[in-house]
């Protein structure tokens, strides 16, 4: 941890660290090609982290040199990138988001009213979203972007809300999410998000970074499914074939900024 050896062995619990500060974990096990991820917890929180270790590959006569994995940051242009539903996979803390208990034996509608500020003159109408929810939860049912559209939310028992940003302390605002139920009369229950409370900061060893666009270039983005379908709830939760940065992207309303 920080360079620092340990000596407990996984499952480990790690105590007395830093809160509200990134934090180096690495593992090392014996054939093993080493693990290593920047991790962020925040005060009175236990942080659950589960690392994915792959066997070292011998290399005879006949292999070719192993390739190492591309980068995580390309120059425009850039014909295509490919995302990892484990590399670029982020956390979103609990406390970060604006929440709200659902019941999974009914049926909601979802959507976002409101502006909110993400620092200067950058506006924004929607919001990320992801879902709690028992096994008839599907993965590309689970999280997403909403807007001034009704989603329909099913099987859920929480609904987290939040906003990304590099930078929240600039930030002002309240986007209201108007929940309501269809089993109940359409009775409407309102969450609100607030720009600075409910803005996260994603970790650098999660970010895809794209160099060398244009502001003034409108982008279009593209999503194509691959023959190793990302999946986010294992293969019992189904696949998913979207990310929410390009989903957001794709459904901004205003011109849109390089991102």
Not at 20 to 36: N, R
Not at 44 to 58: E, M, S
Not at 148 to 154: K, M, P, S, Y
């Amino acid at each position: 941890m920080n360079g620092q050896q340990q000596t407990a062995r996984t499952p480990a619990l790690l105590t007395q660290l830093p809160a509200d500060a990134e934090h180096l974990l690495e593992v090392q096990v014996p054939g093993m090609v080493a693990w290593s991820q920047t991790v962020r917890a925040e005060r009175g929180t236990t942080l659950a982290v589960h690392a994915r270790l792959l066997p070292k590959r011998i290399q005879g006569p006949a292999q070719q040199p192993h390739r190492a994995p591309p980068p995580h940051e390309v120059r425009m242009p850039a014909g295509q990138m490919a995302l990892s539903s484990v590399v670029h996979a982020f956390r979103v803390p609990y406390l970060s988001t604006a929440q709200m208990r659902l019941d999974p034996s009914r049926t909601y509608s979802v959507r976002v009213e409101g502006w909110a500020s993400l620092g200067h003159a950058s506006m924004v109408e929607h919001a990320g979203y992801f879902l709690e929810g028992d096994a008839r939860l599907a993965a590309r049912e689970s999280f997403g972007v909403l807007d001034g559209e009704e989603r329909l939310v099913r099987h859920a028992s929480r609904l987290h809300v939040f906003l990304l940003d590099a930078n929240r302390t600039d930030n002002h605002g309240t986007l209201m999410v108007r929940v309501r139920e269809w089993d109940n009369d359409g009775a409407v229950t309102t969450l609100r998000v607030d720009a600075r409370t409910h803005a996260v900061k994603l970790s650098r060893v999660d970010r895809f970074l794209l160099r060398g666009l244009e502001p003034d270039t409108h982008y279009d983005v593209v999503l194509r499914d691959t023959a190793e379908s990302a999946r986010t709830r294992g293969f019992d939760g189904g696949r998913w074939a979207a990310c929410w940065a390009c989903t957001a992207l794709a459904r901004a309303r205003r011109p849109r900024p390089a991102c």
